[in-house]
């Protein structure tokens, strides 16, 4: 099956998907490298606006980057925003200025700079080259999408994924966005009573230029047969393919139906209720591709034979070259990796999303207890904060990672504070953006990646590093091993 675009004949479709993972490890190098040859590259889209203007601050805008701002639909959105952050290098011991954290009552440049990141990241992964760029976000995190989206498909961006959450209402969303109409996105508010609703506005026409906008593909990521089947019969538009993610996927995994145990460990333990029921993907009879735990051309063969289109692959392209971790961190855990050491856990409490999140457990970042209780609890970039109704009944946003006492004070259960990591805060300091704190103490990393970490040794194959390409050819030979 293929797609056909507006100026293009109907292309193959990929058999391997470059994970899109966050905060900017799937940045548009690492996109550009694997759409390069041949298969999908994915740029994520989660803090894309933090993630732009940090990049701005420490090294400005370069000749590539000109090139690209030069084509954005509206001049002065973009001068505005240079003035705002790129007229010096950042020293490295100041901290990074941060734009304001987003909500319903957000002023229209936070849109605007939601817009040219999103825009700005999807275009230099296209650059070069004819092949086809994705773009990934999380349903959990609303308040971006909608300009987030809408900079990605003035970019041109041909793909879009989402999971950690129910994307019924994406492809309506992506359909109204092409034709560049105003869209009211509903925010999920705790507390709120039938029939109240609190929405987020975007109008389109802001950012109008020349030509038609091409609607992207929409392949929602899912966790099991049963969400694809309601994806396919209950979304407000087309759906055109799905990503099946398993369990041992890295960062937010889906939690185990229905009542479930833990294992020894802490993380939870999934049966046979979480299966996949592969014949019931098939009779969909939409595309998919296989994500978590693959690994190998094995994994691969393995999925072609399941009726998988392909496979997404997300651990072992995060720490080739390309990826946007911290070069230095990326080092250390390939390092690791060669000597099989690496742990994985799946953590009921780390994320403040309440979806089970994976964590490896790597020196020097907030997978150290005692780095962890160490650390000035504080929310300044608030991506994951929840949406509440107040005494008053006015809407305020709380995060189980902030102060403990800020949380509770705002009606939220002291048991979940316990363990619960600044996300937005470490994932920055992961991919080389930690935010300098008093006494020029910069934030931690975390590290999550799929629980097959260990087999990164593999593609590294005895060196202590390999890039994107490497582990597209370790791939390939799955798709003519012989089925059995």
């Known amino acids: 099956m293929a797609y056909p675009t507006r100026d293009q004949k109907p292309r193959p479709l990929p058999w391997l998907i470059q994970g899109g993972m966050g905060i900017a490890i799937s940045g548009w190098p690492l996109a550009r490298a694997v759409s390069q040859a041949g298969q999908l590259g994915v740029v994520s889209g989660?803090?894309?606006?933090?993630?732009?203007?940090?990049?701005?601050?420490?090294?400005?805008?370069?000749?590539?980057?000109?090139?690209?701002?030069?084509?954005?639909?509206?001049?002065?959105?973009?001068?505005?925003?240079?003035?705002?952050?790129?007229?010096?290098?950042?020293?490295?011991?100041?901290?990074?200025?941060?734009?304001?954290?987003?909500?319903?009552?957000s002023p229209l440049s936070s849109q605007d700079l939601l817009v040219l990141a999103s825009f700005v990241e999807v275009a230099l992964a296209k650059e070069g080259h004819d092949g086809e760029v994705g773009f990934n976000l999380l349903t959990k995190v609303q308040l971006p999408t909608p300009a987030s989206l809408f900079g990605a498909i003035l970019a041109g961006v041909d793909y879009v994924l989402m999971g950690a959450g129910v994307p019924t209402h994406v492809p309506g969303l992506l359909e109204q966005l092409v034709r560049r109409e105003v869209v009211e996105q509903t925010l999920d508010v705790v507390g709120s009573r039938a029939g109240e609703s609190v929405t987020v506005s975007f109008d389109?026409?802001?950012?109008?230029?020349?030509?038609?906008?091409?609607?992207?593909?929409?392949?929602?990521?899912?966790?099991?047969?049963?969400?694809?089947?309601?994806?396919?019969?209950?979304?407000?538009?087309?759906?055109?393919?799905?990503?099946?993610?398993?369990?041992?996927?890295?960062?937010?995994?889906?939690?185990?139906?229905?009542a479930f145990t833990l294992e020894r460990d802490g993380s939870p333990h999934y049966g046979p209720r979480d299966e996949v029921d592969f014949s019931v993907l098939r009779s969909l009879e939409l595309p998919f591709w296989i994500g978590g735990g693959v690994t190998s051309a094995r994994d691969v063969r393995d999925a072609l034979d399941l009726g998988a289109t392909g496979v997404q692959v997300g651990t072992l392209f995060a720490y080739c070259d390309e990826s946007g971790m911290e070069p230095g961190l990326r080092a250390r855990v390939v390092a690791q990796a060669r000597s099989h050491s690496l742990d994985v856990t799946t953590s009921l409490v780390a994320s403040s999303t309440g979806y089970p999140f994976k964590v490896a457990r790597v020196a020097g970042t907030i997978s150290d207890p005692d780095l962890y209780a160490a650390r000035e609890r504080k929310c300044d970039l608030g991506y994951l904060r929840e949406a509440y109704v107040q005494p008053g009944g006015a809407i305020g946003y709380r995060c189980s990672a902030e102060p403990v006492a800020t949380f509770v004070r705002k009606g939220g259960a002291l048991e979940d504070t316990v363990g619960a990591t600044c996300l937005c805060n470490a994932l920055m300091a992961t991919c080389g953006l930690a935010q300098v704190r008093t006494g020029n103490v910069?934030?931690?990393?975390?590290?999550?990646?799929?629980?097959?970490?260990?087999?990164?040794?593999?593609?590294?194959?005895?060196?202590?590093?390999?890039?994107?390409?490497?582990?597209?050819?370790?791939?390939?030979?799955?798709?003519d091993l012989a089925a059995t």
Not at 237 to 256: K, L, Q, T, Y
Request: no cysteine.
């Open 442 to 479: 910069n934030e931690l990393p975390v590290v999550t990646s799929g629980d097959r970490l260990n087999e990164i040794s593999r593609v590294a194959n005895g060196r202590d590093r390999y890039g994107a390409e490497d582990v597209i050819n370790y791939l390939a030979p799955g798709l």
């Open 204 to 258: 389109p026409a802001r950012y109008d230029g020349p030509g038609a906008l091409r609607r992207p593909k929409f392949l929602p990521i899912v966790s099991s047969h049963v969400l694809a089947t309601a994806l396919a019969r209950r979304s407000n538009g087309p759906i055109d393919g799905f990503v099946v993610e398993r369990p041992s996927a890295g960062g937010h995994n889906a939690p185990p139906r229905g």
């Open 46 to 105: 989660t803090a894309i606006d933090n993630v732009f203007v940090r990049r701005l601050q420490n090294t400005g805008v370069d000749d590539s980057l000109r090139r690209v701002l030069d084509r954005f639909p509206v001049p002065s959105m973009v001068e505005d925003v240079l003035a705002r952050y790129a007229q010096a290098p950042r020293r490295a011991q100041l901290p990074f200025r941060t734009p304001l954290m987003l909500s319903h009552r």
